[in-house]
DNA sequence: TATTGCGGGCGCC
DNA sequence: GGCGCCCGCAATA
């Protein structure tokens, strides 16, 4: 995160932010405390880049410009809830659908659905048979308790020219499906196979994490724009020098709970940075980055959603603050009890019951103060961007300079979720193996994790720029016609390894 | 048909 | 009173 100069690294910790006084006029977001029942809300001179999937004790202020803010979007399935302020709207998370049986896609990636707003048709959703074919399950819905055993809230009001967002809670279940592709199906639905639908499912996840894990920021586009120009320029071997960074100790990888912003494009809630690449620059991270330190990762506080995507990197701006708390004090000291090595995984079972840990006043999970914030960050409304399962490769050239760096950030770039469906239909159908065998898919880390009782390999997530850069097997043109683009598979393309894990 | 925003009402703490 | 949650309604896509 670029501040209009300023450092990229939060101060730590962030002073508590109630009750204060409004700040001044135009001050920066960052140093900005406020709370969505402020009176008044403090103006900024700069906004958070929109992110649907934004996770964890977070506030962030978005223009008004932003149709998504406005709309009060979300990746999660968030309905709204009523709480008698007109001035605020409440959103409360619906979980995830998942198969009963727990079924895994020919692909290995779980099912996910995203379930519906409305009460009516999600209590269709719900005991509805597998849309994997294989599969005898039903339909379930594991709903969400991320917010001391309640679902995830997020609050937003506008004021002046803001939009201010406060989520509270941290999603304590896989990402759905993003809203676009739930759409695009109802669309086509009736005649299609379930498995193409299935299967589409499985890869909406990791395409949609894919394609935001691609999109940096417009101010990342903007503070980055000049450097990658000369990189071009330098040759793609220079492109590919931070290659050797990108492949870490699995050790190291275990992010901290104290986020720093950079210009990057990590994933903004628990990335899998490791240590080493906190400084770094390179566009396959995101911007938020934790720091090994703090052993409140390293036990698994945010296991999830570290699992659930490096790749899901959301274009963070996110206003992330920590405060000093006697409950987050206990949750340190708590932590540091624990040996770098004892891991404590959050044990997850959309089958079981809630588990105790994840109640209001269990150290090893949620702070459920309200104001306490362990942070997350922002990404784009993937829904509007379209999915799908390769890369936007350096060389794509996309009418200017800063969308041909970064096309992924251009709104101009992205399809509707409809058409990028429609590409799905005919590679799922046709295209074989080699693109489905190229998803990582998030629920599924989510359950390797589980099964594992620890993280993924790192060497896994941080290979991918690499694979990215030599495996695209996906073309992209656009015909410079109502920014219409065309997404072909490439039919030659094979992994050099078949055996290698790759996560695309 | 589903989403979204709004609001009445209830129960719990 | 704050909060979560259920329900219904209307406008909209």
Redesign the pocket.
Known sequence: MVLNGMPITMPVPMPVPMPVPSPPATKSRVAVDWDI?DSKMPSVGEFDDFNDWSNGHCRLIYSVQSDEAR???SGWAM??????N?NI????CLGVLLCSAKCKLPNGASVHL?P??????RR?QQGKQCPNRNCTGRLEIQACRG?CG??V?QVGRRDGNGIYLQA?GTHDHPRPEA?GS?EAR?LLAGGRRVRSLAVMLARESALSDKLSSLRPTKRQAKTQSIQESKRRRMGASDVLQTKPELVVPPTTYLPTSTPTHSTNFNQSQGSYVPAGLGSMTSQWNGEIHYETEDPSYANGMYSYDMLHSPLSAHSSTGSYYQEHKPQQLQHSQYQQQLSPQQHVPVSYDPSQPISSSLQCGMPSYEICD?TSSLTSSSGYCSEDYGYYNGYLPNSLDVSNGSQSQNPSQDASFYTTSSEIFSVFESTLNGGGSSGVDLIYDEATAYQQHQQQGTFPHLTNYQQEPQDQMQSGDYYYSNTGVDNSWNIQMDATYHPVNSTDPIYC
Do not use: F, G
């Open positions: 029942n709309k009060h979007a309905r709204n809830t009523n709480n008698h007109v709207l409440k959103k409360s995203r519906a707003i409305c009460d009516k048709a269709k917010h309640y679902p809230t509270k809203k739930t109802r309200d």
